[in-house]
């Protein structure tokens, strides 16, 4: 074995949604009924904000009312209530840990999701999240910002020892990590890739050749 860390994106990849609500959606709509129109930016700025349902509102200055936003804001509980490990992950992560590999998640999304994913999974050794870092993947700083809370540092050898990073993007998961010197591994849960679930991951980390 000769992988020194490892890094996971989270939504698709070790954590799953089972009941999907889209309060951001539903924000956003608000403040299209009152004349403020949807802008490109925004979802990069939804998840680049560390700050609650209320404090998104006002930064993208959406006007709702209380009792409105009371129900997005039930909404988005529900959500985030429902967010579930996989399974596999769940494995994976374990059998990873047992020998060793140090672990990170690196992920974009909202700062209401980041305390399920952390609940979930205690045992991580970093969490780079978008709302937290300030950058989205694949953003390289991303990347860079993950390895050094994990301790690593990409391009560096130990003996043969490398970083690989798994997600279900192919953009943010394998092209983004492999543009910075890390091992970018594609899940694919269709079952039509070569990693279908990270307990195949996970075997394939730890019977690369020393």
């Known amino acids: 074995m000769n992988y020194r860390a490892v890094l996971v994106d989270a939504f698709g990849t070790i954590v799953r949604i089972r009941s999907v609500t889209h309060p951001y959606r539903s924000l956003l709509k608000e403040g299209l009924r009152g004349g403020r129109y ?6 990069r700025t ?3 904000f560390d700050g609650d349902l209320a404090q998104a509102a006002e930064l993208l200055k959406i006007t709702v009312r209380p009792e409105r936003l009371d129900q997005i804001q039930d909404a988005l509980d529900r959500e985030v209530h429902s967010i579930e490990a996989f399974p596999d ?13 140090r672990l990170g998640v690196c992920s974009n999304l909202a700062a209401p999701y980041g305390a399920a994913l952390k609940r979930l999974f205690p045992t991580l050794d970093a969490y780079a999240l978008s709302y937290e870092i300030g950058v989205l993947k694949p953003d390289p700083v991303m990347y860079r910002s993950a390895c050094k809370l994990l301790g690593v540092g990409i391009g560096e050898r130990f003996g043969d020892e490398r970083i690989a990073m798994v997600g279900d993007s192919l953009r943010c998961d394998c092209h983004g990590p492999r543009a910075v010197g890390i091992n970018g591994l594609h899940l694919d849960r269709s079952g039509a890739g070569r990693i279908t679930n990270l307990m195949d991951f996970a075997s394939q980390i730890l019977t690369q050749p020393s």
């Open 38 to 43: 949807p802008k490109p930016s925004d979802i």
């Open 46 to 48: 939804l998840l680049m």
């Open 89 to 101: 992950a769940l494995e994976a992560i374990q059998s990873l840990q047992a020998q060793q590999v």
